[in-house]
């Protein structure tokens, strides 16, 4: 598969084209990043803009989607488009995030906000005549408790289907449609149609099986035909080092065979070792799309590899690596280093773990653990944590060399913090700021229990190092609750003052600053961390891709992390993929039907 290269000038229809094939394989956050970079080069494409949102609803993201739209809907630009078709798009996207709100909601507020996205769909389709509009109000109906004006709106998608072009969606409409009329086998066979012309569509299906496990937990029908829709394997792989570098894995029964065998095989992993070479190379002879994450950059793995292996093992890793990155990006922990180093490799694999929770969510399916030792591989469930990461850590061979300057590093949660409108306050401001805001940072992070390893301030500039990412979550949160209109009024302050919070995890280096007598951390990773916080919009927390997904790992996902896109760092420090901190945990009935598509 040969890469998009955006470094290029395309047209709008190549932009368009690499986003299709970016969608087909269930990659919203690469189908952000695409419109982002097309957008630069056709500012204000609709269509390239609309790709954008509906990639962002469908990763979660809603709040960014909605503050998107919101914009462009104020700035006129919705009203200019002259494409009908797409105009009905982005009203229909409206609604979707809607229907979203509705499906996150607490059960007693449900049904309210189900009719008003059902009743923004019915507007789409009145103006577009189209079944994808009309099927979801039929279906959003019947959440709401609406059951004739459900049925009413089931035959008015029918009835457009029968004017529409057989497509995945008309076939999808046409068993959603025959499960709201209570035909089970009609909507099992109609989604065996569906699913055979989808072929290829990982981001379609996936919102067909979770609107249909909502559908069916709310009118006790069609778990079965739910449970038929087949869901792409997201696997998240580890290797026990393996010294023999011609060793051969052999992939378990459960792997799929090849493309043809069901919609995808998404695969999680670093590059490791002569293990690791052998899977990844195996899990390409299945047709596997390949997300490498690697504990330092990617020409000193392969030195380390080359000192193994020789010529060949470089030229398998090199082949693993261009197969990878003509898929998505190549994480890497961080830029220097040692291989080998206990830190970054448990980061490696931690990190991977949490990509694929993440990916294995968008797509509303499970992730397996693949799991290779010598002579053995394993496929099993995924549970949350890292135990069996430790595990497989522990027996890894000389690791944690004494003489290396790398063995010194620590992997440790950062967080930087400004205030926006300190520099505006008065002098005599500055006191009341000290007691109040300051001191509500101190108590803030006083409830930790020991986590905090390391704080600092500096005028309204803040410095902590945090034990582990689900303590900083809870630091993030905490200090945000300091700087609160009420807090700054009854003190005297400017109500517009905001804080803005940049969060990340990576190895860092611990040793004495001479100058305060105070043990520190210091390096590359802490100054990464400080040249987000000053492109966080204030009120936010802005987490790196490394944070969000070592979250999910040690979480399991009950954190809201939004993917607000690649995002420039200040002082020309690069850019990078970054998440916005949501203070809400995502509710236990969203998780609990999660799973239960998962486990189908």
């Not at 051969?248 to 070479?277: H, K």
């Not at 001479?514 to 936010?540: D, L, N």
Request: hydrophobic fraction near 45%; proline fraction near 4%.
């Amino acid at each position: 598969m040969a890469a998009f290269d955006t470094r290029v000038t395309h047209p709008v229809e190549g932009w368009n084209a690499a986003i299709a094939a970016a969608s087909g394989l269930g990659d919203h956050l690469g189908v952000i990043d695409l419109a982002a970079r097309g957008l630069r080069e056709h500012p204000g494409s609709a269509p390239l803009e609309y790709a954008q949102l509906l990639a962002f609803a469908r990763a979660g993201a809603g709040h960014e989607a909605e503050t998107r739209l919101q914009a462009l809907r104020q700035s006129g630009r919705l009203d200019s488009i002259a494409d009908p078709g797409l105009r009905n798009n982005f009203a229909a996207l409206a609604a979707r995030l809607l229907k979203d709100r509705a499906t996150e909601a607490e059960p007693a507020e449900q049904a309210l906000l189900a009719a008003r996205a059902a009743a923004a769909y019915e507007d789409v389709y009145l103006q577009s005549g189209e079944s994808y509009p009309a099927i979801n109000a039929a279906t959003l109906w019947r959440i709401a408790g609406d059951a004739g004006r459900a049925v009413k709106m089931v035959h008015a998608a029918l009835a457009s289907v029968a004017t529409e072009r057989e497509s995945y969606w008309t076939l999808a409409t046409i068993a959603e449609a025959r499960m709201l009329l209570g035909d089970e086998p009609g909507a099992a066979a109609a989604f065996q149609a569906a699913v055979a012309a989808g072929a290829g569509r990982l981001s379609d299906i996936a919102s067909t099986r979770r609107q249909l496990a909502w559908l069916a937990g709310i009118i006790g029908l069609g778990n079965k035909v739910v449970a038929a829709i087949p869901a792409p394997q997201v696997v998240h792989w580890l290797a026990s080092p393996l010294n023999d570098p011609d060793a051969v894995v052999e992939l378990p029964a459960g792997i799929q065979t090849s493309a043809r065998d069901g919609p995808g095989l998404l695969a999680y992993g670093s590059i490791l070792s002569a293990a690791d070479l052998a899977i990844g190379e195996a899990l390409l002879l299945r047709d596997a799309k390949l997300h490498l994450v690697l504990p330092c950059a990617a020409d000193i793995c392969r030195g380390l590899l080359a000192t193994r292996g020789g010529s060949a093992a470089m030229a398998r890793f090199d082949r693993l690596l261009s197969e990878a990155r003509a898929v998505s990006e190549v994480t890497e922990v961080t830029l220097e280093g040692d291989p080998e180093e206990m830190t970054v490799l448990r980061l490696a694999l931690i990190q991977a773990r949490g990509l694929a929770m993440l990916r294995g969510a968008y797509l509303s399916t499970s992730v397996r653990v693949l799991l290779a030792t010598p002579g053995h591989t394993d496929l099993r469930e995924l549970s949350p944590g890292t135990t069996d990461l430790d595990r497989l850590l522990a027996g890894w061979p000389d690791l944690g060399r004494a003489d290396s300057i790398w063995s010194g590093r620590q992997a440790r949660a950062l967080v930087f913090g400004d205030v926006k409108g300190f520099s505006r306050i008065s002098e005599k401001e500055h006191v009341a700021f000290l007691r109040v805001i300051v001191g509500g940072f101190a108590d803030a992070l006083a409830t930790l229990n020991g986590a905090v390893e390391y704080a600092e301030t500096a005028g309204d500039g803040l410095y902590v190092v945090l034990t582990d990412v689900a303590t900083a979550v809870r630091a993030c949160h905490a200090l945000h609750r300091a700087v609160v209109g009420p807090r700054l009024l009854a003190a005297g302050l400017p109500e517009d003052l905001g804080l803005r919070l940049s969060a990340h995890v990576g190895p860092v280096f611990h040793g004495l600053d001479r100058v305060t007598g105070r043990e520190k951390f210091f390096g590359k990773e802490v100054i990464r961390t400080a040249r987000i916080e000053p492109i966080t919009p204030p009120g936010e927390t802005y987490v790196t891709e490394q944070f969000a997904s070592a979250l999910c790992c040690v979480t399991g996902g009950i954190y809201d992390c939004e993917y607000v896109g690649r995002q420039p760092m200040a002082k020309g420090f690069g850019e990078c993929r970054m998440y916005t901190l949501r203070e809400t945990r995502r509710r236990t009935s969203t998780m609990i039907s999660t799973t239960l598509i998962a486990s189908s």
